[in-house]
């Protein structure tokens, strides 16, 4: 959309070829801009800090602070800012961690460039973008349930949240993107962004992913 600002990205990967390979790409894109580079979890923290960026797209194999920690780091402090995981092999335990720091999206390294331009974009609109095996694995979360944390959180997050938005939430586990929501429930846009913000913030999660998981488990993905 002509006036519109690029989608501002920071890449980080321990190895210079890959982030070579991002940014060749990711160039031909006049609304995405690299920002910056980041060539291990601690750069990243310091890097997302001073940048700002819109996006991080962020390996999750790295030497000393790895990428689960650098996004729970980047998450915590700067919530604004989403972050897209990426791995070169499938790991369940890896795949779920990633989503519980806040990750907003998840593909596999050998994923088609476009895709990763998709991703980005999506996380900006406040999608979520999942590699269908990644997929695989959210969807088994959601059928096996965690009723641990569930309950937990259920007693104070669930009782706090208003009727719009427990809406919104359900809109969220629908995999509804902000736009989308705003247009289902005849509010603006940044209404639906500030009611997202306070569900994650009184369930104590950290991206929609997670909110959109804990929906499902609940029972609170259908609208009233």
């Known amino acids: 959309m002509p006036g519109t600002a690029p989608i501002r990205v920071l890449l980080v990967d321990d190895h210079a070829m890959v982030r070579r390979g991002m940014r060749d790409f990711l160039e031909l894109h006049d609304d995405i801009e690299i920002v910056g580079e980041a060539v291990d979890g601690a750069d990243a923290i310091e890097q997302a800090g001073a940048l700002r960026p819109d996006i991080v797209v962020m390996d999750l194999m790295m030497p000393g602070v790895d990428g689960i920690e650098a996004t729970a780091r980047i998450r915590a402090d700067l919530p604004e800012v989403e972050v897209i995981a990426l791995t070169s092999f499938v790991e369940e335990a890896r795949v779920l961690a990633a989503i519980e720091a806040g990750a907003a999206g998840f593909l596999l390294k050998d994923a088609e460039a476009d895709e990763l331009a998709a991703a980005i974009r999506a996380a900006t609109a406040g999608e979520v973008h999942l590699d269908p095996a990644i997929a695989g694995i959210v969807a088994r979360r959601m059928r096996g349930g965690h009723a641990d944390t569930a309950a937990a959180q259920l007693a104070d997050g669930v009782a706090s949240l208003t009727q719009r938005e427990r809406d919104v939430l359900a809109c969220v586990a629908q995999g509804l993107p902000n736009r989308a929501i705003a247009d289902r429930l005849g509010i603006t846009e940044r209404t639906a962004r500030t009611h997202v913000s306070n ?16 929906a499902v488990q609940n029972g609170l993905d259908q609208e009233r």
């Open 199 to 214: 569900i994650l913030a009184k369930l104590g999660l950290a991206s929609r992913t997670q909110a959109a998981l804990f």
